[in-house]
Structure formats: C-alpha cells, structure tokens
C-alpha cells in the first residue's frame, strides 16, 4: 500500500512545519499549500534537512476557490486536510476585522465545499482555547461553555467550529477533529525549525528570547494586578513538537476510522498552569541569561487565567504532552540562538 498523502495548509508556518516533519516521520506523504503571507518557504529546508524528505509545496491563497478545486483536481489521493493556513494575531484582527472574517472563514468553506463532494477527505482543524474566554472553572474541560469572543480573530475560531459541525451534521459521511490550542512555544529540538514572527513579536516567548539575544531592549509584562498567586497572568504552555504529534493521532484516528463522532473536539495542552513571572524564572534559570523585563498595564482583551483539563484528549487519543517546561523554553532559547548564528 502506498503512503497516505495529507494536505498540509499553512505548512510552512511555524506549527505547520514541526507538523510536517512529523508526518513524514510517521510515514505520511506530505503536501503543503502556503500563500506565504506570514511565513517563508525556508522552512522547507528545516523540514528536508530534519527529514531527509522535502514535502511538495504549492504557493496559493486558499480563499482562491478556483486555485482549491484546481488543486484537488490535480491531487486526487489526498486523504485528509491539516488546515493550520489562518491569520491569527489578536490585535490586528480588531483593527482589520474582515481581513480575519475573509481569511479565516472563506479558506476553510472552500476545503469543506471539497469534502462536501469527496466526504472521503477527512479534516483536522486549529481551533484555539480562545473559544472558553475566561473559564468559570479550571482546569476547563473540552464541554465548557463557548463564551463571546473578545476578538475577531477569536471569533473566527468559534464561527469556523460551527462551521464545520453544521457541515457535517448535514452531510454525515464528512468527518473533522478540531483541536483546541493552549500557548504553543518551543521549537524543534535540532533547531533547524522554529516561530519566526515577522516584526515585533505579539506573543510571549518570542519577546523573550528576542529580549534575551538583545533584539529587544526590554520585555513589557501585561498587568501583575490580577487575581492570581503572583498576580501575573497564567497559560498552559504546550511543546509545539508535543502539539504536533497530537496532529499525527489526530489523522490516524480519522484515516483508521476510530473516531466516536463525525465532529470531534480535543483540548491540546499540558494541564499546567503558568504565569508570566513564572515562565521569565524558568527561562533565566534553564538559560542562565537574564530579560530585562518591567510590569506595565494590563493588556487589553487579556485573559486572567486558562489551563487545559487534558483528559480527554488523554484518554482518547492516547496522546500526552511528554516536554517540561524547562526543555520546552530551551528548545525556543536555542532556535532563536540557531536563527541568529550566535
Ligand atoms: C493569544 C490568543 C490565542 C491565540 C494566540 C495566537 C486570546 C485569549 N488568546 O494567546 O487564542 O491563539 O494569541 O497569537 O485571545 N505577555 C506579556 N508580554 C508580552 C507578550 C505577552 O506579558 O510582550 C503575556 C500576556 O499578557 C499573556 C501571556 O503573556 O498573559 C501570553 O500571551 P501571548 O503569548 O500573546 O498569548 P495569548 O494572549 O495567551
């Protein structure tokens, strides 16, 4: 029997790519389309140079349903979609809120009109543990209630899981898992991949180490005021290898039809949570680099604290995020140590 071909959109990313290699890994043959709005094509070199294979690659934007139907004309074997392709910073998406609802949502309807017509193509979709807002209880469980997004973004992640499950519920041969991220960090432990934020980095870790290699003169922390053991905010920090194999399972379970339900929906964490202050210590302790750091406001659309009850996804997919959180902020200290040749 031949390999299993999956479409791997937004590969070139930095999830996408640690995904990649771990397909290939697992003896998938991996296809990537990428409009590279947020990403570079170099990150097929990582993946090649990690794996010894090099994925194929199409540069095109999703939104584009010719150029999908096209393609899926040209790749009849495809067995199931990873759809990581999304825009997903947080404070443009208010500024630019139909730039996120047309990026977001037309791409992923364009996959779905594909697996409408061949509901063989299963789909395994990036959803975000944005969609809890802020939990009532912690750890939050995959049947919390959704509560209104603070984001467009946010809201495309809870539009597009909607999406998906009115999709299915109408046409019951379709299949999709939708897997809902914590805060994904780290990189790939040979750091020839990594996060590679273009501009000023919106997210945590990346401030960090770019902080730490002197990219950045200071770290702002958002808020030490709110209601938590040191008053700074708290996330569950997930090895985005960790993260990426969740994926692997994810596609088996699909492929080998072992999924319970048409639409199913897993947490993707590590169970723990951590705060800012915490993570700055571990990454000084584990790096024995100092970040200039200062407290500073709040941060507008912050949530206090979320961490992920992972049982389920536990249990069911018989996946477990494996990294500490001391290897996890090294892999991401020693990636951007690789990225800059220091
Ligand atoms: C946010 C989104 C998440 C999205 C992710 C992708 C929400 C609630 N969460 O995650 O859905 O997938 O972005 O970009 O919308 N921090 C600082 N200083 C900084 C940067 C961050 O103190 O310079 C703090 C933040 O206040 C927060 C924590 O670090 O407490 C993590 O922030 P970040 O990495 O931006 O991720 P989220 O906001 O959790």
Request: negative net charge.
């Amino acid at each position: 029997m031949g390999k299993k071909k999956i479409l791997v959109t937004g590969g070139t990313g930095y999830i996408g790519s640690h995904t990649a290699v771990e397909l290939i890994n697992e003896g998938f043959d991996v296809i990537i389309v990428d409009n590279l709005s947020n990403s570079s094509a170099d990150s097929l070199d990582g993946v090649e140079k990690i794996t010894g294979t090099r994925p194929e690659f199409e540069k095109f934007d999703l939104c584009d349903k010719a150029k999908v139907i096209d393609f899926f004309n040209k790749h009849g074997d495809i067995e199931a979609i990873i759809h990581f392709a999304a825009s997903k910073a947080v404070g443009e998406s208010v500024d630019k809120p139909l730039l996120y609802y047309q990026n977001n949502l037309n791409s992923l309807i364009n996959l779905l009109e594909v697996m409408n017509a061949k509901p063989s193509i299963s789909l395994v979709f990036s959803s975000s543990c944005t969609v809890y807002g802020q939990p009532e209880k912690l750890p939050v469980t995959e049947d919390a209630p959704i509560q209104k997004a603070t984001s467009p973004y946010g809201n495309t992640k809870q539009i597009a899981e909607e999406i998906i499950q009115e999709t299915i519920a109408a046409n019951p041969s379709m299949k999709a898992i939708a897997l809902r991220y914590f805060n994904p960090i780290g990189a790939h432990a040979t750091a020839l991949i990594g996060e590679l934020p273009i501009g000023v980095p919106q997210n945590l870790v990346p401030f960090v180490t770019q902080t730490a290699i002197g990219l950045r003169n200071e770290l702002k922390v958002f808020g030490n005021d709110y209601n938590t053991p040191d008053g700074s905010c708290i996330r569950d920090y997930i090895h985005v290898v960790d993260l990426a194999k969740a994926h692997v399972v994810a596609i088996k379970r699909l492929i080998e039809s072992k999924n319970k339900r048409n639409f199913e929906l897993f947490n993707l964490g590590t169970g723990r949570g951590v705060s800012v202050l915490e993570l700055l210590n571990a990454f000084e302790k584990s790096t024995g680099v100092k970040v200039n750091y200062k407290i500073v406001e709040r941060r507008p659309g912050d949530i206090e604290q979320v961490w992920a009850d992972t049982k389920f996804a536990n249990d069911e997919l018989g996946w477990k995020a494996q990294s500490t959180l001391d290897e996890t902020i090294l892999s991401a200290w020693n990636w951007e140590k690789h990225y800059r040749n220091k």
